[in-house]
């Protein structure tokens, strides 16, 4: 019994991560119909940009972490965010009006360029590289569960950020546009939308959480490969399609979902955790013939 | 003093498919202009081409003297014309206020819940349900809203598409007496209708247009009795 409870904890902090990933691949699907296959690298650009910033800073600045881990965050995010408009600016609006298999096919190109670059130009990238020990130490303790602080953190960063981010989406003027952009891009030009601005905040946003993400994972797992944002990515991805592509609050309930199954079924299921994948793609498989539309996705519709 | 609105010789094509060939009208600040014809005729090509969802493959289209027709929608919009689309296209999953809201997107000024008001003034349904989804009100309720919607920029030229497809003749007979009304408030309006004879009785001037050419025009009430124009689309025979 208590080590269910611990595995459901870890798969509660788990899905905080996946979390703040899949928000950025339903948030960008609901605008522009496009699975960016290369989010997953966008959240792992981030973390190896917290830790440049990190290896940048002064050596007495490194030994505070209240300095240090802020200033990790806003390296990681800036790297994610330059990236993430660069690679819409430059890969997918040119093929904006294209058939829809030319940018899927762009975003695997630009997911491999992604990986490749931080393999070849990363000092050591080749290898795992241990993260800085700047999170907070020691466990939250409640009855048998042990979780970290850090992945408390996790936790409350992820269900922070998603409320925020619905919030705005939900009541700022922007956040209409984007709505409005998202049911029927046309009217909404008609509106006065600027498309392309409301497509690049999009990504901005889908960026910000990965790189929060891209610093969290090497808190709470203390090191980060160039692989990461790869096999993150694949959970993210299936977390949102769970959800209902498109659907914020689909995307993080799919995404603890996900988080559970795959902690509980590394303890149980024969196999253990080296069947993590062969899990996932089985919940995968099932909602795409049972419900493709997801927890909480509309059924798709032909625009007229 | 330029016309409000020119549109000059022009062609839209969808690919290989020209949809308007030769069209060329003009509407006066101020006057209810409305183009009749059959389905198919490039009435609404005309107009997506107006507000910049197309392009044109020829012609011009100039607004207030100046050409418009290299602009993107999202600035045509600033500029001062309005396009309620054919359809209605509303937001279905947002609610009436939040239709409303995107209608003044653009604006910066603070009068925008005095407007607010005054399309619930005109069209009290809206007022009474401005919380509910607009994807569940009725066809004549949704055209409110559309027409309502489109006001909210307070443009100049107001365009509609169709706004009395689908409507009972009482519906229509409020949405035409509505247009008359915001004439009177000083807003210029581009019609565009398959209901040729409620279309042509309020309008100062119309324009026929058939397989994409304008081919007759006149003042509203003497294309109303003009013999061909009776022929062709109030369904009358001999």
Known sequence: MSVLLQQLANGVVQGALIALIALGYTMVYGIIQLINFAH??????????????????????????????????????????????IMERFAYRPLRNAPRL???????????????????????????????????????????????????????????????????????????????????????KLMGVNPNRVIVLTFVFGAVLAGVAGIMY????????????????????????????????????????????????GQYMPGGTQYDYVWIFVVLILVLVFRPQGLFGEPERVRA | MSPLLEVRNLSVAYGAIEAVRDISFTVEAGQIVSLIGSNGAGKTTTLRTISGLLRPAAGEILFQGKPI?????????????????????????????????????????DGVQADMQRV??????????????????????????????????????????EPSMGLSPIMTQRIFDTIKELQSLGTTILLVEQNALAALALSDHGYVIDLGKTTLDGPGHSLLADQRVRDAYLGESH
């Open chain 1, 40 to 85: 997953g690298e966008v959240f792992m650009v981030a973390s190896y940009g917290g830790l440049a910033t990190f290896t940048l800073l002064p050596e007495d600045l490194q030994k505070s972490p209240a300095v240090a881990l802020p200033l990790m965050f806003v390296g990681g995010i800036v790297v994610a965010v330059v990236v993430a408009v």
């Open chain 1, 102 to 188: 030319a940018p899927l096919i762009t975003a695997l190109g630009v997911s491999v360029f992604l990986q490749e670059a931080v393999r070849v130009f990363y000092p050591n990238a080749k290898s795992n590289l241990p993260y800085p020990k700047v999170f907070p130490e020691g466990n939250l303790t409640l009855g048998p569960v042990n979780v970290s602080w850090t992945g408390v953190l996790l936790v409350g960063l992820s269900i922070g950020l998603a409320v925020i981010l619905q919030t705005y989406i939900n009541k700022s003027r922007m956040g209409r546009a984007m709505r409005a952009t998202a049911q029927d891009p046309d009217t909404a």
């Open chain 1, 218 to 265: 090497g808190g709470y797992l203390n090191n980060i490969n160039i692989d990461m944002g790869f096999q993150t990515g694949i959970f993210a991805f299936t977390a949102a399609v769970l959800g209902g592509v498109g659907s914020i609050r689909g995307a993080v309930i799919g995404a603890f979902i996900i988080g559970l199954i795959k902690t509980v079924a």
């Open chain 2, 69 to 109: 027709h290299n602009q993107p929608a999202h600035t045509i919009l600033g500029m001062g014309i309005s396009h309620s689309p054919e359809g209605r296209r509303l937001f279905p999953r947002m609610t009436v206020e939040e239709n409303l809201q995107l209608g003044a997107y653009v604006r910066k000024d």
């Open chain 2, 120 to 161: 619930y003034d005109l069209f009290p349904v809206l007022g009474e349900r401005r919380h509910n989804k607009a994807g569940l009100f009725s066809g004549g309720e949704q055209q409110m809203l559309a027409i309502g919607r489109a006001m909210m920029s307070k443009p100049r030229l107001l365009m509609l598409d």
